[in-house]
């Protein structure tokens, strides 16, 4: 197979009959060598189709294969960048303003007033509306539990943490908001309004935000991985639709493909004109012009091994796809497959990048020596530990950023007092200077950064266009607030223990362990906290995995509501205490001290856990 990919890569960009096939092959063995059962290959080339792959299982159990034509499959948050075309349509239509305050289209304003410029649809089409992540209870298991796009719009909108038009977050919910918009302006069910205005007029007559109980007959059953193998995953009703829902076909993608890379493609079906066409895959917001990436209306626009791509990916449970569109060389390509797992994609798309596209000349450029930039603003301003935007502020599954599956933390630091350090993938170090305001370059690749100022301070963190890094305070980082919360877990589990004895002794000696005692009032705190942590093990096995990775998807299990009650039985047992201490005269300086320390470790670490909304119903 390596001799083969090497010929292929030698012969590239001619595309022949012959490189085409050993391609295939390449792929085919490419999805032998990993987990998923079920893949969608397709690669457009000036309106022509040169791969067409599927392969393997839609359904194991039913011995079930992929049918080009009705076999329907996730395409998560690929869902964006196709309801932007439809919201588009509606501002075409002169039934949507890009810059018109949301709230003007409502009786009753729908997005409260938190910050004094007003949340638009060019935000929201922009992930620049400031609202915060949220997942649990975003979906239902079954077609009547599922909750309208109306009702969870007005009813479940996070929190805005940050205002408009500032910073980019990938946001879900801002993403859906702009499809209810277009559903709310038109009359019409979002489904059925897409199902007019995009799918029909392009001929995806497969595809669907809300496919029906026959379509979902084809469904190509998503599967999730564990220790005995692959379980099946039944399909549910995400409730932020525009997000996340759509569902499609080989066909109807491969259709897709050519439409959306002909310029006049939209604007011949009657459903988008070039010009806005253009728009949407234009840069609409960037942190900085002078950083790589951006984003336009719901399309990512990166380089990917020098070159330029409009796309997007998208994932969930028992699903991954990859939409990506090449204009420079008039090419696209769509990878899916019935697992939550990139690898296989991740390939196909370096081999064929790599095998049908000319070298970009990105390896060949000798990037020169940054200018330097002089300012009066001390390097030690920009040093510091970075948090990604992405994750949930106000909500139980902020814990995600301990566990490393969102928040991603990064350090830049000082090298001889010259150099801003920022670390690389590899776990090496960019060296850079600083070129601009709040702008830096590395001395030996050209990467860039930049930090945006807010009241005289430094307060965030660009590594691109569209992510962004929060400064935290050294006692917010996950290095000082997980081995605290072990020592916290110890400290209290032991004392727990160790009071039990003591009670169980004073027992046996007939003396009555009371809360009144010395020590009762530390062994309820304690007690509390350590029955917290150690609840934590059965609330979790109660859950299946998959519904984990989803952030609670379906809701919260009855034991996290005990579980998240108990710090603040701990912090009014830990009030108790300090009122016993300061009512009684202890004659003993060393139990007082041993008091006060368990009284303020108490309130440390009840302040921690609200800090990960670990404290109280913050789901």
């Not at 399309?299 to 330029?308: A, C, L, P, V």
């Not at 984990?548 to 108990?566: D, Q, R, S």
């Amino acid at each position: 197979m390596k001799l083969i990919l090497f010929l292929l890569l030698i012969i590239r960009p001619v595309v022949s009959v012959e490189s085409s096939d050993s391609l295939r092959n390449i792929i085919k063995d490419f999805f032998n060598d990993q987990s998923a059962p079920g893949a969608v290959v397709i690669w457009v080339q000036n309106d022509s189709t040169l791969v067409f792959e599927t392969m393997g299982f839609a359904n194991i159990s039913e011995n079930r294969v992929i049918d080009p034509d009705s076999t329907i499959f996730r395409i998560g948050s690929i869902s964006k960048a196709l309801n932007a075309i439809g919201v588009l349509n509606r501002v075409e239509a002169s039934l949507l303003q890009l810059d018109e305050d949301i709230n003007s289209y409502f009786d009753d304003p729908l997005i409260s007033a938190r910050f004094k410029k007003p949340v638009t649809l060019r935000h929201l089409l922009t992930h620049t509306a400031g609202f915060d992540d949220k997942f649990i209870g975003k979906s239902s298991r079954t077609r009547e539990d599922a909750r309208s796009l109306k009702d969870v719009m007005q009813k479940e909108l996070p929190v805005r943490i940050i205002g408009p038009g500032e910073i980019s977050s990938y946001s879900n919910f801002g993403a859906a908001l702009s499809g209810y918009l277009a559903e709310h302006v038109s009359g019409l069910e979002y489904s059925e309004l897409m199902d007019s205005i995009l799918f029909r007029p392009l001929g995806m007559y497969h595809s669907s935000f809300d496919p029906d109980y026959q379509a979902l007959r084809h469904f190509m059953t998503g599967y999730f991985p564990q220790q005995n193998g692959l379980i099946p995953l039944d399909y549910d009703y995400l409730h932020d639709a525009p997000a996340g829902t759509m569902v499609s076909t080989a066909h109807d993608m491969n259709r897709f493909l050519k439409v959306i890379l002909d310029a006049d493609g939209l604007e011949k079906a009657g459903v988008l004109s070039r010009e806005m066409r253009e728009e949407m895959m234009r840069v609409q917001f960037t942190h900085h012009p002078a950083l790589s990436g951006g984003f336009g209306y719901l399309w990512n626009i990166f380089e990917y091994s020098g070159h330029r791509v409009i796309g997007h990916d998208g994932g969930y449970i028992g699903s991954a796809a990859r939409l990506f569109l090449l204009p420079d060389h008039n090419t696209a390509m769509f990878i899916a497959v019935n697992m939550m797992d990139f690898t296989f994609i991740s390939r196909v798309t370096e081999l064929i990048i790599s095998s049908f596209l000319p070298d970009s000349d990105i390896n060949e450029q000798v990037p020169s020596a940054p200018e330097r930039y002089t300012s009066q603003r001390p390097l030690h301003e920009f040093a510091g530990t970075w948090r990604n935007t992405r994750y949930s502020k106000h909500s139980f599954t902020k814990f995600g950023v301990m566990v490393g599956i969102m928040g991603q933390e990064i350090n830049t630091g000082i090298e001889n007092d010259t150099l801003l350090t920022l670390p690389k993938p590899d776990g090496s170090l960019h060296r850079m200077v600083k070129i601009g305001p709040n702008l830096f370059e590395s001395i030996d690749g050209g990467y860039r950064i930049a930090f945006r100022e807010n009241g005289g301070k430094i307060t965030h963190l660009f590594t691109s266009g569209t992510s962004a890094f929060e400064r935290l305070h050294p006692f917010e980082t996950t290095r000082v607030q997980i081995p605290f919360l072990i020592a916290a877990n110890i400290f209290f589990s032991v004392l727990s223990v160790i009071y039990i004895i003591v009670f169980l002794v004073r027992k046996i000696r007939n003396i009555t362990p009371g809360l009144h005692s010395p020590g009762g009032l530390e062994f309820a705190v304690a007690f509390s906290y350590s029955s917290s942590f150690l609840l934590y093990l059965p609330a979790f096995a109660m859950i299946p995995e998959y519904e984990i990775h989803i952030g609670f998807g379906y809701g919260m299990p009855w034991l996290f509501y005990i579980i998240t009650v108990l710090p603040y039985v701990a912090l009014g047992f830990t009030l108790l205490l300090a009122i016993q201490i300061f009512k009684e005269k202890r004659n003993n300086k060393l139990r007082l001290v041993f008091s006060l320390f368990v009284i303020l470790f108490s309130i440390t670490l009840f302040l921690s856990l609200d800090y990960w909304n670990l404290a109280g119903w913050k789901f």
